[in-house]
């Protein structure tokens, strides 16, 4: 079976079927964009991201935000939908 990765418009930003149901990640990552830009939203600096998630460099976390910055009406939907 081949699974269908979808690369976005941005640099870091993909789509896979079978992670997070489709939902933005970061390139090489299970890491949704929606958990850079939580972070973000609630102070944390973007330089200071990584260190929180060693796997990442800054640049992604910045492609992640100009990324919701351009989809903030999706991404807001996912941040909204409860998790289980």
Do not use: C, H
């Amino acid at each position: 079976m081949t699974v269908k990765t979808v690369k976005t418009e941005s640099r870091y930003v993909y789509r896979n079927a079978e992670i997070l149901g489709g939902e933005p990640i970061l390139a090489g990552t299970r890491i949704p964009v929606r958990g850079i830009v939580t972070m973000w939203r609630l102070g944390t600096p973007p330089e200071e991201i990584p260190a929180q998630y060693p796997q990442i460099k800054l640049a992604q976390v910045f492609d992640a935000l100009s990324f919701y910055l351009d989809n903030q009406t999706e991404i807001n939907e996912y941040r909204e939908k409860p998790r289980s």
